[in-house]
T-cell receptor, first 115, second 109 residues
Framework: DAGVIQSPRHEVTEMGQEVTLRCKPISGHNSLFWYRQTMMRGLELLIYFNNNVPIDDSGMPEDRFSAKMPNASFSTLKIQPSEPRDSAVYFC?????????????FGSGTQLSVL | QKEVEQNSGPLSVPEGAIASLNCTYSDRGSQSFFWYRQYSGKSPELIMSIYSNGDKEDGRFTAQLNKASQYVSLLIRDSQPSDSATYLCAVSGGQNFVFGPGTRLSVLP
């Protein structure tokens, strides 16, 4: 199994530009999570999908952030327009079941730098 | 608001010693508890899960849960330099995981 695959690994962009992060969960996993990690705030849940349906998006910072899961094997997190305070590592994770009592498998993350 | 607290460290222990990592949580309805290890520049990886009160052992790792005290701990026996990492406590009981800020462990050769 290839694990959770994220792209790109690194993204450097200028303030105001659109950024799209991509994630392919482990095949057969029903839940997908987007997290953001910074030194100041730690690991924060942004949004959680189950069977491609957003279940909890209360962690999405503001309208500049949006996430989609058009099918079971692909999800995107978009930031438009990007700001320097969005600089962080963004992780995608998946789990087998529909609840949150199961272990998460994390991708390698995307290091985002907004200049 | 659900909170998970950990000492940020760094916690330094000599090689071969027992490292003890602690975590407290605020939501009494929490049902599942996890310890993740994160090496610098890498993604978190699960090392232990525990669901009921008591101890759970896996190799050199022992997780301890006390729901009455809302307390979870991780013991690492015979600590090795390769155990040096940040350890994240995660708690679940509803619709999402809540991660603690992590404790940085340094095992000195």
């Amino acid at each position: 199994d290839a694990g959770v695959i994220q792209s790109p690994r690194h993204e450097v962009t200028e303030m105001g530009q659109e950024v799209t992060l991509r994630c392919k969960p482990i095949s057969g996993h029903n839940s997908l999570f987007w997290y953001r990690q910074t030194m100041m705030r730690g690991l924060e849940l942004l949004i959680y999908f189950n069977n491609n349906v957003p279940i909890d998006d209360s962690g999405m910072p503001e309208d500049r952030f949006s996430a989609k899961m058009p099918n079971a094997s692909f999800s995107t997190l978009k930031i438009q327009p990007s700001e320097p305070r969005d600089s962080a590592v963004y992780f995608c994770a998946s789990s087998l079941g529909g609840g949150t009592n199961e272990k998460l498998f994390f991708g390698s993350g995307t290091q985002l730098s907004v200049l | 608001q659900k909170e998970v607290e950990q000492n940020s460290g760094p916690l330094s222990v000599p090689e071969g010693a027992i490292a003890s990592l602690n975590c407290t949580y605020s939501d009494r309805g929490s049902q599942s508890f996890f310890w993740y290890r994160q090496y610098s520049g890498k993604s978190p990886e699960l090392i232990m899960s525990i669901y009921s009160n008591g101890d759970k052992e896996d190799g050199r790792f022992t997780a301890q849960l006390n729901k009455a005290s809302q307390y979870v701990s991780l013991l690492i026996r015979d600590s090795q330099p390769s155990d040096s990492a940040t350890y994240l406590c995660a708690v679940s009981g509803g619709q999402n995981f809540v991660f603690g800020p992590g404790t940085r462990l340094s095992v000195l050769p």
